[in-house]
C-alpha cells in the first residue's frame, strides 16, 4: 500500500493527525505505565488500554486513506 502524504491545507488530514499523535502519546504513556505495574489486575488495565488506543488509530488511518470495510479485512 502506498503511503499517503498529509495534507494539512486539508481540515479533515490535519485533525485526523492531531487525533493520531494524541493516541500515540497515549498510548507511549499507557505502555509505560503498564511496565511500572505489579498486579495482574493493573496490567491487563494498561494492557487493554494500550488496545484500544491501538485500535482507534488503525480506524482513523483506514479513514485517512478512506478504505472499504472489504479492504479492512
Known amino acids: 500500500m ?3 502524504a498529509i495534507e494539512f491545507h486539508k481540515p479533515i488530514d490535519n485533525q485526523i493527525y492531531e487525533t493520531i499523535i494524541n493516541f500515540a502519546d497515549q498510548e ?3 505502555k509505560n505505565e503498564l511496565l511500572a505495574r505489579t498486579t495482574d489486575r493493573e ?3 494498561y494492557e487493554q488500554k494500550c488496545a484500544a488506543l491501538d485500535r482507534q488509530i488503525d480506524h482513523l488511518v483506514y479513514k485517512l486513506y478512506d478504505l ?3 479492504e479492512i479485512r
Request: aromatic share 16%; proline share 8%.
Open 2 to 4: 502506498p503511503f499517503r
Open 28 to 30: 507511549i504513556q499507557a
Open 43 to 45: 496490567k491487563t488495565y
Open 68 to 70: 472499504t470495510d472489504d
